[in-house]
């Protein structure tokens, strides 16, 4: 074989490498975790999954690519992770950023953040796909990213920056003003409960967990009742923790954290953040993963699974969701 035929195929090879690595990449995990599976394998990011209320289905935002006539942008699509891996149907599709998407009560509905108008602002979508989409929120209100949950009893809370407000961001996603409101899902006076970011409803419906500054320069993780009272702080390690979710029982939380990064990965922008979980009352927080990228955004499904995204690969970097079985010693008793 000469030199000029053993070329292109030494090149081939090498590109058959680059793309294994770039699409087999395994999240690495401790003890606490039984298994690992990979929910979705495509070359654009796939983000913020969120687990219908029956556990059979897990919405996120994906971003399409190379659509003529159309910018790169965030649509939402809804996949069946117990049936087969790797299909999704789209939720939504428009040109502009569709985020954060949550399941309304029984999952008839998927509430999400979208710039549709000239600021964020929330918007459902009926979950069958059926029908158009109307916005919840109004336009002019929001600056920034606006991240909305919905109670098993139907109440409604998200955080947001008010547009008249400065923006400072942390990791590219949040901005330190945001503050969190309640209001009825249909109504239109909210109430300013805190600051903070990232709210998410108990099972109950009862309290709301969020990630929030205090008074602080790192984030922590925090509970308070949604008539305003009884906040208290789950989390105090100088890291930041952020993005957390209940447990179905409403007994653990668990959250996102850069607290197993080493020195030199926070010089160079803390960008290792792993799924940790703490009792709903606080106390000491147990690892689930210890990758070196960026494992974020978790949500429990009803039978007990958490699914996350993570930022790896070898070569090329991408954004997918995965779903991990978890061994938890039990909880300390409510």
Not at 117 to 123: E, G, K
Not at 184 to 196: H, I, K, R
Not at 260 to 284: K, T
Request: net charge neutral; hydrophobic share 35%.
């Amino acid at each position: 074989m000469t030199a000029r035929t053993s070329f292109p195929i030494t090149a081939a090879l090498l590109a058959l490498v680059v793309a294994g690595c770039a699409t087999d990449y395994k999240v690495r995990h401790t003890t606490a975790v039984t298994n690992m599976t990979r929910i979705t394998t495509r070359a654009t990011p796939e983000v913020a999954p969120e687990v219908s209320p029956d556990g059979s289905k897990v919405v996120f935002a994906g971003m399409v690519r190379n659509e003529e006539g159309r910018r790169n942008n965030y649509d939402l699509w809804i996949s069946e992770p117990r049936k087969k891996l790797h299909q999704y149907m789209r939720a939504t599709d428009n040109e502009c950023d569709d985020c954060n998407p949550v399941w309304g009560p029984q999952g008839k509905v998927i509430v999400f953040d979208s710039r549709r108008t000239r600021h964020s602002a929330v918007w459902e979508k009926p979950a069958d796909g059926i029908g158009g989409c109307r916005q919840v929120t109004g336009e002019d209100m929001f600056d920034d990213l606006v991240t909305p949950d919905i109670s098993v009893h139907g109440d409604f809370c998200y955080a947001a920056t008010e547009s008249c407000k400065p923006s400072k961001q942390i990791e590219g996603r949040y901005s330190r003003p945001h503050r969190i409101w309640v209001r009825a899902y249909g109504g239109q006076n909210a109430t300013e409960l805190c600051v903070g970011i990232t709210p998410k409803w108990s099972p109950d419906g009862s309290r709301i967990v969020f990630a929030s500054t205090g008074t602080k320069t790192n984030w922590d993780i925090w509970t308070i009742d949604k008539n305003g009272s009884n906040l208290t702080q789950i989390t105090s390690h100088p890291a930041n923790d952020i993005q957390p979710t209940w447990s179905p029982d409403g007994k653990r939380i668990a959250f996102s954290s850069n607290r197993a990064s080493s020195w030199l990965e926070r010089l160079l922008g803390d960008h290792n953040y792993d799924i940790w979980v703490v009792n709903a009352r606080g106390g000491n927080a147990i690892q689930l993963t210890n990758y070196s990228k960026f494992e974020g955004h978790p949500s429990w499904s009803i039978d007990g699974d958490i699914f996350f995204h993570s930022y790896g690969g070898f070569f090329l970097k991408n954004w997918d969701i995965w779903r991990m079985t978890t061994r938890l010693p039990g909880p300390v008793p409510r």
